[in-house]
């Protein structure tokens, strides 16, 4: 049975132009990690800035339930 309540904390609405921005202003770190994510290349689908209640990690592999942050240089 699908549970709403579940479908909400992903993707907000409210988040959109946050996510959005983050993507089109990636880092040079979160560029080179983003080349080895993207693909499948790991076996595993992960997401750009993918949007989790409050939060907007820098990926998210939603098989794992997995989120990644690349912070710093």
Do not use: S
Request: aromatic letters at 10%; glycine letters at 6%; hydrophobic letters at 40%.
């Amino acid at each position: 049975m699908y549970n709403r309540d579940v479908a909400k904390i992903y993707n907000m609405k409210r988040h959109i132009d946050t996510r959005r921005r983050l993507r089109k202003n990636m880092t040079v770190a979160e560029l080179i990690l983003w080349t080895a994510l993207k693909n499948n290349k790991l076996g595993l689908r992960f997401r750009r800035q993918y949007g989790v209640k409050t939060f907007v990690p820098d990926f998210y592999c939603p098989a794992r339930k997995l989120a990644v942050e690349a912070d710093g240089g």
